[in-house]
């Protein structure tokens, strides 16, 4: 399916445009989830710093995804791999498991892994050590108070915004 259809791309930005995301990034960068349309789960996450980033964000977001743009640093970053074991074993503690992501060479996509042990956390850290940025927290809800977070659903590739199983 090519996301290339004009009217989809249209559509999709009239969407973004229609939500405070350039607004809210004037004062701080996003982490961004797209839970995949009919994907029995699967997720793309993103690291939005600014207009550009999310430029290139939604040339990439699929049709019928659900977006959630997160402010609030509810998922934590860091430049060092060291200091966050702790924090991430606290979140396992409280949730189960954490999500724990490095930033890919490209910037802006987010490798991600749920992990349920410190074990597996400090393995991710060793298959990503490539990467200077690292991200952990609990799974974030679809939470849309215009400030913290912003989400929406992207059209489908005709231009309509549908909902469907995520």
Known sequence: MSTNNPLFKTSLWNVIEGT????????G????????AWGAGVTVWYLCLNGEAL?????RLRPG???????DHRIRNTDSSTL???EISDVIRS????????????????AVDFVTSIGESMEFVTDHKQSKHYFWGPFP???NDGVNSVTFT??????VVRQHPH
């Open 65 to 71: 995804s659900v977006v959630s743009f997160y402010f």
């Open 95 to 110: 949730n189960g498991e954490c999500v724990v992501g490095a930033l890919e060479r490209d910037g802006i996509e987010i």
């Open 20 to 27: 405070p995301i350039r607004t809210c990034l004037l004062t």
């Open 141 to 143: 809800g679809r939470d």
């Open 154 to 159: 992207v059209p489908d590739i005709d231009g």
């Open 55 to 59: 430029d290139i964000i939604a040339g």
């Open 29 to 36: 960068d996003a982490v961004v989830l797209e839970r995949i």
């Open 84 to 86: 966050i074991h702790e």
